[in-house]
């Protein structure tokens, strides 16, 4: 079975700055998707950005990037430039490509708070 | 940002009482996939729902059951509630069938069993 650890319960960081969350994950199997979720008070969870385990490439939505390791088996979330909004709980997901039920795993989560 | 809905936004029942949540999924999506978020943890699968039928199941007792209507809006149902059912659910919807489908979720039911 596939598992997720988020291994910072909380971070916080000063308005401007950068932030990383860590993220890691244990799967026996080579295609598969990762995700970083934010969820704010509203309780609404939004997705920040995608990565597909075939591509190599980074995957990076404007001031949102991430750090994908395969091998390693690490997905961390690179946060550029806080900003008071990006306060919330992050979660990283994994999500198999296998057919049958598509459902996602998630870690524990991280609380970020953005210090002004 | 999402279509998908859900209704009540909070509820409060006691033990041993039953209770149904409802989800509307974004216009288009075929699949509903139901998540227990307890207190200070990530959502838990409980269920996917896709074409009316059940598709897959997580660690969930048989007294938390579901349905899919036609119009692929869904339902969650919990029977005997136990304390340990206080929680998030979340719904989110997909479309099975496209390779880059991503779930939409709800803004959640937040449940509190006395």
């Known amino acids: 079975a596939q598992t997720v650890t988020q291994s910072q319960p909380e971070m916080s960081v000063q308005e401007a700055e950068t932030v990383t969350l860590s993220c890691t994950y244990d799967?026996?199997?080579?295609?598969?998707?990762l995700f970083w979720y934010k969820q704010p008070p509203s309780r609404q969870m939004i997705l920040v950005i995608r990565?597909?385990?075939?591509?190599?490439q980074n995957a990076t939505e404007n001031r949102f990037s991430v750090n994908f390791q395969k091998a390693a088996k690490s997905f961390s979330l690179k946060i550029s430039d806080s900003q008071l909004g990006d306060a919330a709980m992050y979660f990283c997901?994994?999500?198999?490509?296998?057919?049958?039920?598509?459902?996602?795993?998630f870690g524990q989560g991280t609380r970020l708070t953005i210090n002004p | 940002e999402t279509g998908v809905t859900q209704s009540p936004t909070h509820l409060i029942k006691t033990r041993g009482q039953q209770v149904t949540l409802r989800c509307s999924s974004q216009?288009?999506?075929?699949?509903v996939s139901w998540y227990q978020q307890a207190l200070g943890q990530g959502p838990q699968f409980i269920f996917q729902?896709?074409?009316?039928?059940?598709?897959g199941r997580g660690n969930f007792p048989p007294r938390f059951s579901g349905l899919q209507f036609p119009n692929y809006s869904s339902e969650l149902n919990v029977n005997a509630l136990e304390l340990d059912d206080s929680a998030l659910y979340l719904c989110?919807?997909?479309?099975?069938?496209?390779?880059?489908?991503?779930?939409?979720f709800g803004p959640g039911t937040r449940l509190t069993v006395l």
């Open positions: 989110a919807s997909s479309l099975t069938g496209q390779p880059t489908t991503r779930e939409f």
């Open positions: 799967t026996s199997e080579s295609d598969y998707y």
């Open positions: 990565q597909e385990a075939y591509k190599q």
């Open positions: 997901a994994y999500r198999s490509r296998i057919q049958g039920a598509q459902k996602l795993v």
């Open positions: 216009s288009g999506h075929n699949t």
């Open positions: 729902y896709y074409r009316e039928e059940e598709n």
